[in-house]
């Protein structure tokens, strides 16, 4: 067998989103999984829409997701003159020819071609055919290049995904494969691109399923192999529509962000569309030691936000607490949070990460505790009562001395609780109230040890 070349082509008229993401890490894990080359290729011959911004923003998706390519990036608009070569020796081979008809002869057949109901395609008026007399070329014109498509049979393939896909070439017309002005066309580039790179298997969306009976005809033409094409099914979005920027469909860039992790992208992004067996949560190895093309779903994905943000904090919580921390930081920073002085960052995140199923709101979670807290008027009348003052009283002289560990400061609380015959929340929400200005947080002896004794008293001083 040959060794497995896969390639992920974007083309740069956007960023790259979740749907280019799968195929991209689809493509990486395939060739992964049989030790084979990974290419990266950006198909920037569409000119007008291709931008250097777009470019770049691929490039960081990839690396945010650990993608990383054998070969590559390869620029299209970089290989004009080896496309240039092929077309001449088509030409000259006779399986492409100069066409031309005009712009206002096009749409002249197309209104009638649908007056008739007929589907609109080139009528194949310049196609050189044993016994057919071609007029001279109009003075004037620069000719367009069009392949000849075959006119009779079949183009079948055995999708990796979808299964045997035929198309009747009599459905197909002479594609254009160089404008006038000689610049190539898509179509005709990625089959070239894809023959001198030896790419053995083209894992791609479905929205290409139309481009390859077009392509495995031009390979054929110029005496390629054929790939094995695989064509993966859309990603649909929580409410089954067509998945949109409301529920996803943004840049890879914009999931770091928001603090999700790369591993927890990585694998909600493999089951989209792909399974092994019921497993739900397994590591980039796990992933690239199962992953075959067999078990890919011809029918469409559908994204799920919760299973996802359930996912990310899975992956939260596996980490260490000093590398959660050095992943919390950046998100704290761009809050404008220092984090030198007040407690330690790793208790702090670690005390939270339960609560939270992202970076940015852990960040948002332990920031009170390295900024000055200043409760509200309404928070403290709700929960600093006369009934309570004297409980918090004995508790802030009892915290000034009692040894600073969680069980000691629990024992404490237990104990004025038990003196002033109080129930939990009757101490515990006014002290949450006044050490951190608001009430829902994890247990409050441990947001007491992790705060220190000093500032606590400070704290307890300054409303009692």
Not at 101 to 125: F, I
Not at 393 to 405: H, P, R, S
Not at 413 to 431: D, G, R
Request: aromatic share 8%; charged share 25%; hydrophobic share 40%.
């Amino acid at each position: 067998m040959k060794p497995v070349r896969t390639r992920f082509a974007p083309s740069p008229t956007g960023y790259l989103h979740i749907g280019g993401a799968r195929t991209a890490l689809f493509s990486w894990a395939f060739a992964r999984r049989h030790g084979g080359q990974f290419i990266l290729r950006i198909e920037d011959t569409d000119v007008a829409r291709s931008t250097p911004e777009a470019v770049q923003a691929i490039l960081d998706g990839m690396a945010w997701l650990e993608l990383t390519h054998d070969e590559g990036p390869f620029y299209q608009m970089q290989r004009t003159d080896r496309y240039k070569a092929v077309i001449q020796e088509m030409l000259a081979a006779g399986t492409a020819y100069y066409c031309y008809t005009s712009r206002e002869e096009l749409d002249a057949l197309r209104a009638e071609q649908e007056a008739r109901k007929e589907k609109p395609r080139y009528d194949g008026r310049w196609r050189p055919e044993i016994g057919k007399t071609l007029p001279p070329p109009p003075a004037g014109v620069e000719p367009v290049v069009r392949f000849k498509n075959p006119v009779n049979g079949v183009v079948a393939w055995n999708d990796a995904v979808k299964g045997r896909i035929a198309i009747a070439n009599a459905e197909l017309d002479d594609l254009i494969i160089a404008r006038a002005d000689g610049t190539p066309t898509y179509n005709f580039c990625v089959c070239v691109d894809d023959w001198d790179m030896g790419i053995t298997h083209v894992i791609r969306g479905d929205d290409h399923v139309n481009n390859t009976p077009r392509q495995i005809n031009i390979l054929q033409a110029l005496g390629a192999e054929i790939p094995t094409y695989a064509h993966l099914s859309m990603i649909l979005g929580d409410d089954g529509t067509k998945l949109s920027k409301r529920h996803g469909a943004v840049s890879v860039m914009q999931y770091e962000e928001e603090g999700f992790l790369t591993e927890a992208v990585i694998n909600y992004l493999a089951r989209l569309g792909w399974s092994h067996g019921d497993d739900e949560v397994f590591s980039r190895a796990q992933f690239i030691e199962w992953f075959d093309l067999d078990h890919i779903t011809a029918s469409a994905a559908q994204f799920n936000t919760e299973k996802l943000l359930w996912l990310n904090q899975h992956y939260m919580k596996q980490l260490p607490a000093a590398e959660l921390a050095a992943k919390t930081r950046p998100y704290l920073a761009r809050l404008n949070v220092e984090t030198d002085s007040g407690p330690c960052l790793e208790k702090a995140v670690a005390l939270y990460v339960d609560r939270c199923n992202t970076l940015c709101a852990l960040a948002e979670a332990v920031k009170v505790f390295y900024q000055p807290v200043e409760p509200s008027a309404e928070l403290l009348a709700q929960h600093l009562t006369d009934e309570c003052r004297p409980a918090l009283a004995d508790f802030t002289a009892g915290i000034a001395t009692v040894a600073w560990d969680i069980p000691s400061i629990a024992a404490l609380i237990k104990a004025t609780l038990s003196q002033h015959n109080l129930k939990m929340p009757k101490l515990a929400m006014p002290l949450r109230a006044m050490l951190v200005g608001q009430t829902q947080t994890p247990s409050v002896d441990a947001v007491i040890e992790l705060l220190g004794r000093e500032q606590v008293l400070t704290a307890l001083k300054k409303y009692l």
